[in-house]
């Protein structure tokens, strides 16, 4: 059977229906932003991402460039985070070097991983991913696959920490959309909502499925 | 499915007393979050609206954006099949899987898969499938049927899944959800290190990028579409919408009425498979067109069914539904729209009956977030197929058209109801009547007559009252 989508049958499906379609189509709206908008504009963008981060299960740390590094540390010793996989991306933001990063996170027993092979992408426990935006409306980080960020970063580990540099939070999907557009589209694009969770059993609420169970913001306040 | 058949199974769903507890329990539940979540909007009315009316476009210019989408999908790397019916989309994804010698693939949550019956045809060229969302991973070990499209074991407790894990999986008994899903991750996690072939349906295709929206809250759509090599998505026709501008409105609106969230923990976006500088993700992206008789609907008078997204909302919100859970629809689509699309796509005979598992009452309606006039259609449909009424039930409306269009013979026939023979319960409601009557009480009781009519009343005092 010839299955393409240049088929005889798909020919003759798209000529059924070119055919069947009725006389008067509805018409697709043009000017669509107003309706779909719900939050127009901020006057403290990393507070109200703040508040809606949190109220979708997002932990949130506000920081400043210079701090992120040492905030990092803290949160693999506390987690006793054997293995960190933190994005090339990411690294880029990080005032100290890769070096020095390593360094710090050896002292507290942790190796450093930025382009992991496959099983350490399994015994990683933190990752860490700089988001492309931030949204007010939703609380949610978009985070995009391509040179720089995998699409396993934020997914695989237990814990997911996002560096959000504050200029990159917008109000509403309707911009973070508009973002999306702007350049053309990477193979994977996920806009990220809290952990990862299911209400599956008796409608009890679970973090943690297939997913990172913590999501950490890190806000950057100068970046 | 025979009018007695389904009627069987309704009963036997009603007895089920726990079972249908949970269920309506749930549902009570996520019509409520629902009920806030869409009050937070400043304007889910008119979001609604807009919504019904892009999806209404693109249905009545299908031909156009499936022309625009296949091109999208097959500029970013991807390719693109086009199965007629089910059996076909079965033998284009074997054969995928085949030629790329995969051995065990995993499975996001997609009701056109269970539509075409897909893991019983891998497992017969020796595939293993994995369902990875927990409820229908549940479901699989149990080799039971899902019984709601958004929350697949809406029918389960703990204790009988504990002993389903237990049983399958070899680990120690829990009734915990959270241990339960502890083991289930495990579990699933080997199975995403070795997969080789992902799985997935698709929430909305977008017909000027190629890009497909998968949404999940458990992270299983990402995995399955991020370990794999090969990645083929199944999509019905119908999922497209023109512009990735549109889809912030469905996206403001699925969640929402859904589960009461304003987006689903995960909105992936894939654009083609793997591109030079990425370093993971499938090296292949399949995307599979199902036809299965949705195009004979378009241009016709059910058209407008094509508009579902798949939320839920009308399950979640119908009486009948929480009444009789999912099971006794027999169907991969229950509930309203399950009432319309089955008959529709998978032949009206069969499932003749289940336009009639509708009260009518019009909360399907209200919360669909496309605006699908579900009542209307289910009338139409009743009409269309129906074999025409018994002649009792024909006399009996006859009968009552009589009784009513005269104030005597009303007052009359009140007084009758009163002393008339009928098998009555406890509470003197009628349970079995005679005669024409008979047709009616089949399946509803009818409540006691009081004592005195309001005409009586009336003329006794409370006129002076
Ligand atoms: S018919 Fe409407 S309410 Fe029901 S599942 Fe489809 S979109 Fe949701």
Not at chain 1, 97 to 108: C, I, K, M, P, V
Not at chain 2, 37 to 51: G, I, K, P, T
Not at chain 2, 298 to 310: N, Q, S, T
Not at chain 2, 396 to 414: E, F, K, T
């Amino acid at each position: 059977m010839n299955s393409g989508a240049h088929s005889t049958e798909f020919a003759a499906l798209l000529d059924r229906l070119s055919r069947r379609a009725p006389l008067a189509p509805t018409p697709l709206p043009d000017e669509t932003a107003a309706i779909i908008r719900q939050v127009d504009e901020c006057a403290d963008a990393p507070r109200e991402f703040e508040v809606s981060a949190r109220r979708a299960g997002v932990e949130v740390v506000r920081l400043s460039s210079d701090e992120l590094c040492g905030v990092l540390v803290d949160l693999a010793k506390s987690m006793l985070a054997s293995s960190a996989w933190i994005s090339p991306n990411a690294l880029s933001l990080l005032e100290a070097g890769r070096q020095d990063l390593a360094n710090s996170l050896a002292t507290a027993g942790c190796t450093l991983g930025t382009m992991p092979e496959d099983h350490a992408r399994f015994a990683a426990d933190l990752g860490v991913t700089l988001v492309r935006a931030a949204i007010v409306e939703t609380g949610s980080l978009l985070v995009e696959a391509g040179a720089g960020e995998e699409r396993g970063t934020s997914l695989i580990p237990a814990v997911h920490a996002a560096i959000v540099p504050a200029s990159r939070i917008v109000p509403d999907l309707v911009d973070a959309f508009d973002l999306i557009a702007s350049r053309p589209l990477a193979s994977a694009l996920t806009l990220i909502t809290g952990p990862s969770k299911t209400a599956d059993i008796e409608g009890v609420l679970v973090t943690g499925v297939h997913g990172p169970g913590r999501v950490i913001a890190l806000i950057v306040l100068d970046a | 499915m025979s009018s007695r058949a389904f009627r069987q199974r309704v009963s036997a769903a009603i007895a089920d007393l726990p079972v249908i507890q949970a269920v309506h329990e749930a549902t009570v539940r996520k019509v409520e979050q629902r009920r806030d979540a869409m009050a937070e909007l400043r304007n889910s009315e008119e979001l609604r609206s807009l919504a019904a009316q892009i999806k209404q476009h693109t249905l009545d210019h299908l031909a156009d954006h499936l022309r625009q989408f296949v091109a999208a999908v097959e500029a970013a790397g991807g390719v693109v099949h086009f199965a007629p019916s089910p059996a076909d989309a079965r033998a284009v994804i074997c054969d995928i899987a085949a030629r790329e010698r995969c051995r065990l693939a995993v499975k996001g949550k997609s009701m056109t898969s269970e539509e075409i019956h897909l893991n019983d045809a891998l497992a017969a060229i020796g595939i293993r499938t994995v369902e990875t969302d927990l409820g229908e991973f549940i479901v699989q070990l149990d080799h039971d049927a899902p019984s709601h499209i958004v929350t697949p074991i809406i029918h389960k407790n703990r204790r009988q899944i504990a002993a389903s894990m237990r049983r399958e999986l070899g680990c120690e008994y829990t009734e915990d959800p959270t241990e339960l899903t502890k083991i289930a991750r495990r579990y699933l996690r080997d199975v995403f290190r070795r997969c080789d072939l992902g799985i997935t349906g698709v929430n909305f295709g977008i017909a000027e990028s190629g890009t497909l929206c998968i949404c999940t809250n458990e992270g299983n759509g990402r995995m399955t579409t991020t370990r794999p090599r090969v990645h083929v998505a199944l999509m019905g026709i119908e999922k497209l919408i023109p512009r990735l501008a549109d889809l912030p409105v469905f996206l403001k609106l699925l969640a929402r009425s859904s589960t009461g969230q304003p987006l689903t923990v995960y909105t992936t976006m894939i654009t083609g498979p793997r591109r030079g500088s990425d370093r993971d993700g499938p090296q292949q992206l399949h995307v599979v067109l199902l036809d299965a008789e949705r195009s004979a609907l378009l241009g016709g008078p059910y058209a407008e069914v094509l508009r579902c997204i798949r939320c839920g909302a009308c399950l979640n919100a119908c009486p009948v539904y929480r009444n009789i859970g999912g099971h006794a629809y027999a169907s991969v689509y229950p509930g309203p729209i399950g009432s319309l699309v089955t008959p529709l796509l998978h032949g009206r005979g069969a499932h003749s009956d289940l336009p009639r598992a509708s009260s009518l009452c019009g909360a399907c309606e209200a919360a669909c977030p496309v605006r699908i006039n579900i009542p209307e259609l289910l009338i139409r449909l009743r009409n269309d197929t129906g074999e025409a009424n018994s002649w009792s039930k024909r006399l009996g409306m006859r009968v009552w058209r009589w009784l009513m269009l005269s104030q005597n013979r009303y007052a009359w026939a009140q007084r009758m109801m009163r002393i008339a023979p009928a098998k009555r319960d406890g509470d003197g409601w009628t349970i079995a009547g005679r005669g024409p009557l008979a047709a009616w009480t089949g399946s509803r009781d009818l409540p006691p007559a009081p004592p005195k009519s309001f005409r009586d009343l009336w003329r006794e005092g409370l006129r002076d009252e």
